[in-house]
């Protein structure tokens, strides 16, 4: 049950758009639909940005999007603004060996410049 | 509103066991699952396990079997996550989540911070 791999960081200005990767395996990211990205800022608990890959619960607002390619899911953030500053993190159901779980990947720092 | 409460720091020693305890509200508790994800300081986030409140099945990450037991009181809508064995490495927040029925955890508890030092 290794983590997702994602970069580090990742950085933007104001108005443009970042992309943060996420790729895992066959037994998640790839075999299922069931991926998820969490926005946190400092001190705080995890919100829930996207889920079932590219689904946006209510509030999230339509410039957060997500999507999936094979074995790599992605959130793009477009119109970048500074309160989108914090660690984001995906994560996925998985199944290794019949055992079903959940994997997180390491975090993302998105910086605005 | 839906909210997920959980109880306060606790401060333990090497060897010694602690219970979390996570009280929900502003929905039908056995009707959704609930996870437990730990961050120890400066570090991802990590899924430790899962059960369902309407018919207690568990499920747990193969790094915390046979060391981490979730149970819940269905009469008070409380979940509990307990760890035994502690190490200094268990030093973190301890997060319960509620599953939103699409794996995803849509509700968040606002953390219990567990400190584990001789």
């Known amino acids: 049950q290794s983590a997702l791999t994602q970069p580090r960081s990742v950085s933007g200005s104001p108005g443009q758009s970042v992309t943060i990767s996420c790729t895992g395996t066959?037994?998640?990211?790839?075999?299922?639909?069931?991926v998820s990205w969490y926005q946190q800022h400092p001190g705080k608990a995890p919100k829930l940005m996207i889920y079932?890959?590219?689904k946006r619960p209510s509030g999230v607002p339509d410039r957060f999007s997500g999507s999936k390619s094979g074995n790599t899911a992605s959130l793009t953030i477009s119109g970048l603004q500074a309160e989108d500053e914090a660690d984001y993190y995906c994560?996925?159901?998985?199944?290794?060996?019949?055992?079903?779980?959940?994997?997180f990947g390491g975090g993302t720092k998105l910086t605005v410049l | 509103q839906v909210q997920l409460v959980q109880s306060g720091a606790e401060a333990k020693k090497p060897g010694a066991s602690v219970k979390v305890s996570c009280k929900a509200s502003?929905?039908?508790?056995?009707?959704?699952?609930l996870h437990w994800v730990r961050q120890a300081p400066g570090q991802r986030l990590e899924w430790m396990g899962w059960?369902?409140?309407?018919?207690?099945?568990?499920k747990y990450s193969q790094k915390f079997q046979g060391r981490v037991t979730i149970t819940r009181d269905k009469s008070a809508s409380v979940a509990y996550m307990e760890v035994s064995s502690l190490t200094s490495e268990d030093t973190a927040v301890y997060y319960c989540?509620?599953?939103?029925?699409?794996?995803?955890?849509?509700?968040w508890g606002q953390g219990t911070l567990v400190t584990v030092s001789s």
């Open positions: 059960i369902h409140a309407g018919n207690g099945n568990t």
């Open positions: 989540a509620r599953d939103n029925l699409n794996y995803a955890c849509d509700y």
């Open positions: 066959s037994s998640d990211v790839g075999g299922y639909n069931y």
């Open positions: 994560c996925s159901y998985a199944a290794y060996a019949g055992i079903d779980c959940w994997v």
């Open positions: 079932d890959v590219s």
């Open positions: 502003g929905y039908t508790f056995t009707s959704y699952a």
